[in-house]
Each structure stands twice: as structure tokens, then as C-alpha cells.
């Protein structure tokens, strides 16, 4: 399965954007997604993640409560809403695929990243 992330951008404190990861090759429906994130000299770390009905969602503690993910699989694409975002906030962000729920382990496919920044 190929992901394609978007929906980055320049955004101020408080603000918000939605990013979305689009699936191609195979449909996502029976996949687990998760959302990742990795700032200039951080490690990679997980954001969030969704199980392939959407019944199940993880967040990291630093965005309980400001990040929303969810999915359409009709559309095979996966979203995550940020909401009243911080300049700490700023990074790379990646969706990446895995087929069984366990949204710390190891996926196995990976989408380009798509640039967050937020201005304090």
C-alpha cells in the first residue's frame, strides 16, 4: 500500500490544521494507521493511531485533547485534526500503515512526510 500525506503548512499558536493520508495500491480499510512525528535533531514518535474500523484510536499524551484522528475508508484516507497547536508542534509528519492494531510496534509502510510549523 502507498500513502501519501498532505495538508501541512505555516500556522500561528492556537491555530489548526488537518492533515491527511491518502491510500493507494490496496485499500486501507483493513489496515491500522498511525500518525507520526519527528523535529529537527528528535527521534521519530507516534502521534496517534486508528484501528481499520475507527473503533479504536491511541494518542500521544502531548496531544490528548488538541489532536482528533479519524478515517473514511470509503475514501481510503485517514485524517488528523490539530487544534490549538503550539510552536512544539513544529515537525515532519508521517502516516504509516500496519495490518493488526498495535500502534506501538513496528509498521510496515510509510508515507512521505508533510512539513508543520507552527509560529509562536
Known amino acids: 500500500v502507498q500513502l501519501q500525506a498532505s495538508g501541512g503548512g505555516l500556522v500561528q499558536a492556537g491555530g489548526s490544521l488537518r492533515l491527511s493520508c491518502v491510500a493507494s495500491g490496496r485499500t486501507v480499510s483493513r489496515y491500522a494507521v498511525g500518525w507520526f512525528r519527528q523535529a529537527p535533531g528528535k527521534e521519530r514518535e507516534i502521534v496517534s493511531g486508528i484501528s481499520w474500523s475507527g473503533g479504536r484510536t491511541y494518542y500521544a499524551d502531548f496531544v490528548k485533547g488538541r489532536f482528533t484522528i479519524s478515517r473514511d475508508n470509503a475514501e481510503n484516507t485517514v485524517f488528523l485534526q490539530m487544534n490549538s497547536l503550539k510552536p512544539e508542534d513544529t515537525a515532519v509528519y508521517y502516516c504509516?500503515?500496519?495490518?493488526?492494531?498495535?500502534?506501538?510496534?513496528?509498521?510496515?509502510?510509510w508515507g512521505q512526510g508533510t512539513q508543520v510549523t507552527v509560529s509562536s
Open positions: 504509516a500503515a500496519r495490518q493488526s492494531w498495535d500502534p506501538l510496534k513496528e509498521y510496515n509502510y
